[in-house]
């Protein structure tokens, strides 16, 4: 889509039309309807947005121990003397690390591989942050790697492929259990989570 | 003519991207009504009812939605998983290959255009990864296999530009001229490759019988090595690019020569 698909809109609107449509999840419909919402915006609120924007792009970095987006580099969660530093757990995205640090029930560090391996779209593990992740094992000091990328059939190829490139460096490596949500019903439960879930039974 | 407002179909989901919060974005292949877009919406969340029947590589029954017109987007209203794959799924060699055939499929088919052999004939295909057969001999003959059904094969019976019948000896096979050469005919063509007399065998064998019968043959590694070699020739020619999941099936190949060397389930 060009600044020309929105001749009848003024230049600058068009042109905010047109980045807001790059946004994922953004149609054609919502950028319009976005964009006419900030047109009538108070102006210290759109500035406020538009310095926000421009601050996130100058002042996140990535953490170059767990590839995380960060202020400063160690992050904080790789700095706090109070974490589990014999345990990574290893995700798909910066937003999976705040889903786990919800929780409360993880104290280790994590690395951050920034996608996954998705053949069909010509992402390799090259494209990954694999090769930092080896880098973090080679000390030796972590004992355990979680295997934390989604359950499907992309994340569990990620995990598959690290699994056999870490199996040398890490004595044990785990993967987050699959099993039933709470809340869901049996009766629609697909046959792999099914299986998943008797296999991973626990003694009451 | 309209479409009916909902079909149910058994389908093979070939590609799946993220669309707006919690919804993706299918591709899916059935047998009576070709390639198709779908949405399923909710299907990234932990509850969703559909996810686990929708993920990759997936064969399920599903019931697909119309617009009132029986127009526009299907969404996935029902979907109960047939065959999930599962030991594939949990062997990286074989999934390796299940998705150049996935990628492989959903390239070589247009959308809405029915093909039923060509379904069955990728459904047999992934079965036949999950068994202890030589893969990729699956692979050389559901490449032969698609290429026939979607009318690409190359000739392999006579010299494509003389006409003359192939002889034992000397032959050549070029992607632009859409078969085999005779020496005599060969200069006209700078692409050709020369093909031993074992690889045109294999080659005439895969592409005239079923898959069941094609994984009888047995073929030793440098005439898999050449067999590789010309069909990344002919399928770049035909479909003028390299397909993406090579590069994948590649690394993993080199990586893990031997199927022990891999993994067959992360701990």
Redesign the interface.
Not at chain 1, 119 to 122: C, E, H, I, T, V
Not at chain 1, 188 to 193: K, N, V
Not at chain 2, 18 to 21: H, I, R
């Given at each position: 889509m060009t600044t020309n698909d929105f001749l009848p809109a003024a230049a600058p609107v068009a042109r905010l039309i047109q980045a807001l449509h790059k946004l994922?999840?953004v149609g054609a419909k919502t950028a319009q309807r976005l964009t006419y919402y900030l047109v009538r915006m108070p102006e210290e609120e759109a500035r406020a947005l538009a310095e926000a924007i421009i601050a996130v792009k100058e002042q996140i970095i990535l953490c170059s121990l767990c590839q995380n987006l960060t202020e400063q580099d160690p992050c904080p969660i790789c700095t706090d003397p109070t974490r589990d530093r014999t345990t990574i757990c290893v995700l798909e995205e910066p937003l999976d690390v705040l889903a786990i640090e919800r929780t409360r029930c993880y104290a280790g560090l994590y690395h951050v591989l920034h996608g996954v391996?998705s053949?069909?779209?010509?992402i390799?593990?090259e494209e990954l942050k694999i090769r930092e992740l080896l880098m973090r094992l080679n000390g030796g000091t972590v004992q355990e790697l979680v295997?934390a990328t989604n359950p499907?059939?992309?994340g569990?190829?990620t995990?598959?492929?690290i699994?056999?490139l870490v199996?040398p460096l890490v004595p044990?490596?785990?993967?987050l259990a699959r099993g039933l949500?709470v809340?869901?019903?049996l009766e629609?439960?697909?046959?792999?989570?099914l299986?998943r879930a008797f296999q991973g039974r626990q003694a009451l | 003519m309209t479409k009916p407002r909902t079909i149910n179909t058994e389908a093979i989901v070939l590609?799946?991207a993220?669309?707006?919060?919690a919804d993706r974005l299918l591709t899916l292949l059935t047998p009576a009504h070709g390639k198709l877009h779908a949405t399923a919406r909710g299907v990234r969340k932990?509850?969703s009812?559909l996810?686990?029947?929708l993920?990759?590589?997936t064969r399920s029954a599903l019931t697909l939605s119309y617009g009132n017109q029986g127009t526009g987007l299907a969404t996935v209203t029902g979907a109960e998983?047939l065959d999930?794959f599962?030991s594939l799924?949990?062997d990286?060699r074989a999934?390796?290959k299940a998705?150049?055939l996935?990628?492989l499929a959903?390239t070589f088919h247009p959308l809405e255009a029915p093909n039923p052999p060509a379904y069955t004939s990728f459904l047999e295909a992934l079965q036949a990864l999950e068994s202890p057969a030589d893969h990729d001999l699956v692979l050389r003959s559901f490449e032969l296999r698609l290429l026939d059904l979607c009318g690409f094969l190359p000739q392999l019976a006579r010299c494509v530009q003389c006409e003359e019948p192939v002889l034992p000896g000397g032959h050549f096979l070029s992607p632009a001229a859409g078969g085999v050469l005779c020496p005599a005919c060969k200069p006209s063509y700078g692409d050709a490759l020369p093909i031993s007399v074992d690889a045109l065998k294999v080659v005439r064998y895969l592409a005239a019988n079923s898959l069941s019968s094609s994984l009888l043959v047995n073929v030793r590694l440098p005439l898999h090595r050449e067999l590789a070699a010309l069909m990344s020739s002919l399928l770049r020619y035909t479909l003028e690019r390299e397909l993406?999941?090579t590069?994948?099936?590649r690394?993993i190949a080199q990586?893990?020569p031997k199927a022990e060397?891999?993994?067959s389930?992360?701990?």
């Open positions: 994922p999840g391996i053949p069909m779209n010509g390799g593990a295997l499907n059939l992309e569990e190829a995990a598959m492929y699994h056999r199996s044990k490596i785990t993967r949500p809340g869901g019903d629609y439960a697909d046959l792999i989570t299986t | 590609r799946a993220e669309l707006g919060e932990t509850t009812k996810g686990g029947h993920d990759l590589l998983a999930s599962m799924k949990a990286l999934l390796s998705l150049y996935g990628e959903d993406r999941s590069a994948f099936l690394a990586q893990w060397d891999v993994p389930r992360t701990a």
